[in-house]
């Protein structure tokens, strides 16, 4: 039988008990969170939560965590951003120089969604986490106004992009952590596996 795979959880700041409960829940993994190397070279990937994206990068740029992930992932380290987490992801961030990882080939717009409607709900057809919609929580999150060729529209809200793939780079706006359903994880957790098992290449 195959050793449990181990799933980070960036412990900074943010909404890091509720990714380690669905971790989990999945029954495929065990979540560890992540502040300093040591714990980011025992997981198989790593769960971005959400948060405050300039809290996190700042505390990524001081501790030189974000240098360390950014390597991993260059070797093929899958990594998954929820909402603070997307925007940590982006390589771009409208009318912002905030500290991130910019691993992504998206161009993001923070709080995108406008004071009135801050926070919402609503279902997110994304047709490779299932047949049925997933339910969309939406927390003063962003939205990708551009994604470049190499990367992968999962779902969209209304004209808006809101779930990404690159490679090994998963990305929502949403946070699929706070319903329940563990699709996205499940998927992500299968992710790291194969990313495991995988010969290195690149
Ligand atoms: N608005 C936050 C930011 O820009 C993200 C919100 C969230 O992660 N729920 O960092």
């Given at each position: 039988?195959?050793?449990?795979?181990?799933?980070?959880?960036?412990?900074?700041?943010?909404?890091?008990?509720?990714?380690?409960?669905?971790?989990?829940?999945?029954?495929?993994?065990?979540?560890?969170?992540?502040?300093?190397?040591?714990?980011?070279?025992?997981?198989?990937?790593?769960?971005?939560?959400?948060?405050?994206?300039?809290?996190?990068?700042?505390?990524?740029?001081?501790?030189?965590?974000?240098?360390?992930?950014a390597a991993r992932a260059r070797s093929g380290m899958?990594?998954?951003?929820?909402?603070?987490?997307?925007?940590?992801?982006?390589?771009?961030?409208?009318?912002?120089?905030?500290?991130?990882?910019?691993?992504?080939?998206?161009?993001?717009?923070?709080?995108?969604?406008?004071?009135?409607?801050?926070?919402?709900?609503?279902?997110?057809?994304?047709?490779?986490?299932?047949?049925?919609?997933?339910?969309?929580?939406?927390?003063?999150?962003?939205?990708?106004?551009?994604?470049?060729?190499?990367?992968?529209?999962?779902?969209?809200?209304?004209?808006?992009?809101?779930?990404?793939?690159?490679?090994?780079?998963?990305?929502?706006?949403?946070?699929?952590?706070?319903?329940?359903?563990?699709?996205?994880?499940?998927?992500?957790?299968?992710?790291?596996?194969?990313a495991?098992?995988?010969?290195q290449i690149g």
């Open positions: 039988m195959s050793e449990t795979i181990r799933i980070g959880v960036l412990g900074l700041q943010g909404d890091v008990e509720a990714h380690c409960d669905a971790v989990i829940r999945t029954g495929q993994a065990v979540p560890v969170v992540v502040r300093d190397r040591d714990e980011l070279a025992a997981v198989a990937g790593l769960i971005l939560p959400g948060g405050e994206s300039t809290t996190i990068g700042k505390l990524l740029d001081r501790t030189g965590l974000g240098a360390a992930i899958p990594i998954y951003g929820t909402c603070a987490g997307m925007i940590l992801l982006a390589t771009a961030i409208c009318g912002s120089q905030q500290p991130r990882l910019g691993l992504m080939d998206i161009e993001v717009e923070r709080n995108a969604f406008g004071r009135q409607v801050d926070s919402f709900e609503a279902d997110i057809a994304a047709p490779r986490f299932g047949a049925t919609p997933l339910r969309g929580v939406f927390i003063r999150a962003p939205y990708v106004r551009r994604a470049g060729a190499g990367v992968e529209v999962l779902a969209s809200y209304e004209t808006r992009i809101v779930a990404v793939e690159q490679g090994r780079l998963l990305a929502t706006a949403f946070h699929p952590e706070l319903t329940g359903d563990l699709r996205v994880h499940a998927y992500f957790v299968r992710q790291c596996m194969g495991v098992s995988a010969p």
